[in-house]
Each structure stands twice: as C-alpha cells, then as structure tokens.
C-alpha cells in the first residue's frame, strides 16, 4: 500500500540520529563535536573552513583558497542558467535539505519536494510543503517543470514527462564513477554548478528562422517606407 503525506505544520524538533551518535561518541572518548546541516554551497564551505581554522590554530591552505576563487566563478557563470527553473527533488531529507538551498541560492524554483521519511530539517525547507511519498508523488507533481532531480529510479518519469534528468542520490546504478563523484565542499559544489548547468544549457532551445521572430507582425522600423506606387519616379532631363 502507497501512503503519503505533506509536511505544512511545524514539528516539535526531535535529535537526529547522526547528532545522537555524535552525542555518544563525545561521552565516551571526552572529544567534543560540531554538527553541520550541509556542505553544498559557499557560505557552508566558508563555515567549515572557518571551524578548522579555529581548531587547529592554522590558516586556510592555498589549495582551498583557489578552489573558492574557482566557486565563486562558476556561481557567476552558472546563476544564469539557474534563475528562474523550476526543479522537482526526491531524496532523503539530509540530501533534499542540502540541494534545495543550493538550488534556491542559485535561483532556482523548487516547484516539488519529495522525500522519505519525517526529519526536523523539513521545517527549514525553501519550499511551501514536503511531500513524504514515493516516485509516483514525485511524477505527478513534476509535470511542467524544467527539470527532474532524484536517482536512478527516476529515469521513467522524466522520460514520460519530457523533461530534463539528472541524477543524485542512492541508487545510481546506470552511471559508471558515480561512487566517485563529490558534490561537497568547494569543488564539489562548483563540479555540481557545471554538471547541472549544462543540463539545462543542453536542453535550451535554439530559436530557428522560423521561431527566432513573429512574422505577421510587421516590424516597427519598416513602417515608413513608401509601398511601390508611391515610390517617386525620377527622369533624366537631357
């Protein structure tokens, strides 16, 4: 049996299960510890930058400080191809929660959200409502979007809907180097502003001569120009 349902009140937040394992660890060895809720954008990799610092007394390596710099141009390139799609999710709440910032940072529209199960971090999201269902929900929610984003699995859907699909998440089964892909930190998140925008650049229409213009309107800057008889016939005197 299907069951779904949408997240539209706010819950009583509850401990997650990484905070609790964090939580016992730092009970029985005595080392405390920092919860971060993603690590796809700029401001977080500024965030967990910023904590290394200050827990080892040193500077940000040069290699990091470039692979910023590399971020900060891909943003600038890629927020043109971003601004205004709208874009339906399905993933796991951490997962949901970390790209749909990233999106919306980017200017994206999440115009659907689906994902598993409960979480205190739904609360946050950028969207009006959170669906907790399956691929079904997802496809039917995705219909007039201009692009899908989920796993494997979601493959049918944005076939049958004619849309654009890329895919993250757990399974990836049809995608050789997956399990090697980084979507985090700095270079992940600038490797993800390209792998994206190029799925929309790549499905951009190209206006053709027949499109690029409508051609029963008369154009604007040919309107004074004399129609054959009124054109003025000029004889050579001799």
């Not at 949408?6 to 016992?24: G, H, I, M, Q, Y």
């Not at 199960?117 to 609360?123: F, K, W």
């Not at 929900?137 to 201009?146: A, H, P």
């Not at 692009?147 to 890329?166: D, K, W």
Request: charged share 25%; with cysteine; glycine share 8%.
């Amino acid at each position: 049996m299907r069951r779904s349902r949408k997240w539209d009140r706010p819950r009583t937040p509850s401990l997650s299960a990484n905070r609790c394992a964090a939580l016992v660890m730092e009970e029985r060895t005595g080392v405390p510890f920092t919860g971060v809720d993603r690590l796809i954008g700029l401001a977080p990799g500024d965030d967990l930058m910023a904590l290394l610092t200050r827990v080892s007394g040193m500077p940000v390596p040069g290699k990091y400080r470039r692979q910023r710099s590399q971020l900060l141009d891909a943003m600038l390139d890629g927020h043109f191809h971003f601004g205004g799609k709208k874009i339906a999710l399905g993933a796991e709440p951490d997962l949901l929660w970390s790209i749909a910032r990233f999106l919306t940072e980017m200017g994206g529209q999440i115009c659907a959200a689906v994902t598993t199960t409960l979480s205190p971090v739904l609360e946050r999201m950028p969207v009006e409502q959170v669906v907790i269902g399956d691929l079904e929900d997802l496809e039917n929610l995705s219909v007039g979007c201009d692009l899908l984003l989920t796993n494997s699995h979601g493959r049918q859907a944005a076939e049958r809907l004619h849309v654009p699909f890329y895919r993250l998440g757990f399974p990836m089964f049809d995608r050789l180097g997956a399990a090697h892909r980084v979507s985090v930190g700095y270079r992940g998140t600038r490797d993800l502003i390209f792998d994206i925008g190029n799925v929309f650049m790549a499905n951009t229409k190209e206006p053709r001569p027949d499109t690029w213009r409508h051609t029963e309107a008369p154009l604007a800057h040919t309107s004074s120009i004399p129609a054959p008889e009124e054109l003025v016939t000029i004889t050579e005197l001799t």
